[in-house]
């Protein structure tokens, strides 16, 4: 199948496709015209990607750990536990990545419960408000 039929089917968008491809996430066959021919696997192989993308991972990570997945009716599965200290070095990092934005939201959050200098709803009379 060509490019477009398969953005079709898998919903993803043809530059999306290209972008895969780029990272070594597909490898569609080539015709001696130079159009990609792509096989009915790559439907799973692009659906296995856009699970691993919605879990956080990198197209990096994802190159390394999606030949080693399973696509079953369930979605993705490890094919063998070597795969689990990776997933859990990814969790981890998303694990750090949500405890700084949960910083920032407080922070956000004291700022928003701090009482305001001047009782205006026009942002040009803030900022022509004196500072300390």
Same mark, same amino acid.
């Given at each position: 199948m060509r490019?477009?039929?398969? *953005? $079709? $089917? =898998?919903? %993803?968008? %043809?530059r999306s496709l290209r972008y895969y491809e780029e990272q070594g996430l597909l490898n569609p066959l080539r015709r001696s *015209?130079?159009?990609?021919?792509?096989?009915?696997? #790559? *439907?799973? =192989? %692009?659906?296995? !990607? $856009?699970?691993?993308l919605a879990a956080g991972l990198n197209t990096a990570t994802i190159a390394e750990l999606l030949p080693c997945m399973i696509n079953d009716d369930r979605g993705l599965t490890p094919g063998c536990s070597g795969l689990l200290p990776n997933l859990r070095r990814e969790r981890e990092r998303l694990n750090a990545a949500v405890a700084e934005l949960l910083a920032a939201r407080d922070t956000? #959050?004291? !700022?928003?419960?701090?009482?305001?200098?001047?009782? =205006? #709803?026009?942002?040009?009379?803030c900022a022509a408000a004196p500072t300390s």
């Open positions: 490019i477009g039929e398969l *953005s $079709r $089917r =898998t919903g %993803v968008s %043809v *015209s130079g159009y990609r021919e792509y096989r009915e696997q #790559d *439907s799973e =192989t %692009v659906r296995g !990607i $856009r699970i691993l956000l #959050d004291s !700022i928003i419960e701090a009482e305001p200098l001047m009782e =205006t #709803d026009d942002p040009l009379a």
